[in-house]
T-cell receptor, first 112, second 112 residues
Framework: GENVEQHPSTLSVQEGDSAVIKCTYSDSASNYFPWYKQELGKRPQLIIDIRSNVGEKKDQRIAVTLNKTAKHFSLHITETQPEDSAVYFCAASKNSGYALNFGKGTSLLVTP | DTGVSQNPRHKITKRGQNVTFRCDPISEHNRLYWYRQTLGQGPEFLTYFQNEAQLEKSRLLSDRFSAERPKGSFSTLEIQRTEQGDSAMYLC??????????FGQGTRLTVV
C-alpha cells in the first residue's frame, strides 16, 4: 500500500519567515496530493491540493510543488503569521474521492 | 452548521463494552469516509462508502469494527468488545464524488 513520509515533525519559525514541509510517497499510482491544517482540538481542514498533471499550485501565501518522478511534494508558506501555527498533514491518494494516506504531521509554531 | 456532524463528541467506555458512533455528512455528499487518529499521528483510513455501498475497508478494520450507511445518508461505526488500543479520535469525512473531502470534528473514544 501507499506509504507517506513527512518531515520535519516540528518546525519553529519567526513571524514573517517562510516555512517548508516536505513529503514523499511510495505508490506511483497516487495522483492526488492534498494538504490539511489541523488546529488543536479542531477538525482537519483542506488548505491546498495538487494533482499529478500540475507541477505547482499557489493560493496567496501558500504554494505546493510536486515532483512526480522523485515522488515528493512540498508545502511552502510565505510571510508566516502566528495564526499559521497548527499541525499540517500531507496526504496522497489515487484520486480525490478515494482513501487518503496521511503523513504523520508537522507541528508548525510561528513566534511573533 | 451545515458541515459534517459527528456524535457523540466524547465517549468513555469500559473495556469489553460496545460503542457506536454516528456521522451525518454534508447533505449532497455521496461519499463518506471513516478515519482513526491517535495522538501525534495522521488520520488512518478505515473504510468508505459511496451511497450505501461500502467500497473499501482497511486491514485496520478488524472484525470487531463494523460500519454501515443504510440509506446512503448518515453512517454508524460500531466497535464491539472495546480494547484500550481502540482509544483514539474517530473522524468522519464526506465528499461529492471526486471533490475534496470535508472532515467532521470527530468522536474521541477513551477505553478505561
Amino acid at each position: 500500500g501507499e506509504n507517506v513520509e513527512q518531515h520535519p515533525s516540528t518546525l519553529s519559525v519567526q513571524e514573517g519567515d517562510s516555512a517548508v514541509i516536505k513529503c514523499t510517497y511510495s505508490d506511483s499510482a497516487s495522483n492526488y496530493f492534498p494538504w490539511y491544517k489541523q488546529e488543536l482540538g479542531k477538525r482537519p481542514q483542506l488548505i491546498i491540493d495538487i494533482r499529478s498533471n500540475v507541477g505547482e499550485k499557489k493560493d496567496q501565501r501558500i504554494a505546493v510543488t510536486l515532483n512526480k518522478t522523485a515522488k515528493h511534494f512540498s508545502l511552502h508558506i510565505t510571510e508566516t503569521q502566528p495564526e499559521d501555527s497548527a499541525v499540517y498533514f500531507c496526504a496522497a491518494s489515487k484520486n480525490s474521492g478515494y482513501a487518503l494516506n496521511f503523513g504523520k504531521g508537522t507541528s508548525l509554531l510561528v513566534t511573533p | 452548521d451545515t458541515g459534517v456532524s459527528q456524535n457523540p463528541r466524547h465517549k468513555i467506555t469500559k473495556r469489553g463494552q460496545n460503542v457506536t458512533f454516528r456521522c451525518d455528512p454534508i447533505s449532497e455528499h455521496n461519499r463518506l469516509y471513516w478515519y482513526r487518529q491517535t495522538l501525534g499521528q495522521g488520520p488512518e483510513f478505515l473504510t468508505y462508502f459511496q451511497n450505501e455501498a461500502q467500497l473499501e475497508k482497511s486491514r485496520l478494520l478488524s472484525d470487531r469494527f463494523s460500519a454501515e450507511r443504510p440509506k446512503g445518508s448518515f453512517s454508524t461505526l460500531e466497535i464491539q468488545r472495546t480494547e484500550q488500543g481502540d482509544s483514539a479520535m474517530y473522524l468522519c469525512a464526506s465528499s461529492f464524488l471526486n471533490t475534496e473531502a470535508f472532515f467532521g470534528q470527530g468522536t474521541r473514544l477513551t477505553v478505561v
